[in-house]
């Protein structure tokens, strides 16, 4: 995976569209789509949205965790 094109892809979602996949937020976080994945299933990630079988952040949901989890350390 590599991480400068998934930044970038992130980058243009946002500007495109208020929502980011899995991956696209992963990268927006700079963490591991599988740590995200693994917080979403324990309750603990940042709010997320079903569109359809898909599953969506808002980047405003993702500045607002990331900012409520400042200096926390997460243990899925």
């Given at each position: 995976?590599?991480?400068d094109d998934d930044i970038a892809r992130a980058n243009r979602?946002?500007?495109g569209s208020p929502f980011l996949n899995t991956?696209?937020?992963a990268a927006y976080l700079k963490m591991s789509s599988?740590?995200?994945k693994r917080l979403r299933r324990a309750g603990k990630g940042p709010v997320f949205?079903?569109?359809s079988r898909f599953v969506q952040?808002?980047?405003d949901d993702l500045d607002?965790?990331?900012?409520d989890n400042a200096g926390r350390t997460?243990?899925?």
């Open positions: 995976m590599d991480t979602a946002k500007r991956d696209q937020a599988r740590l995200l949205r079903r569109h952040y808002h980047i607002l965790w990331s900012r997460f243990q899925p």
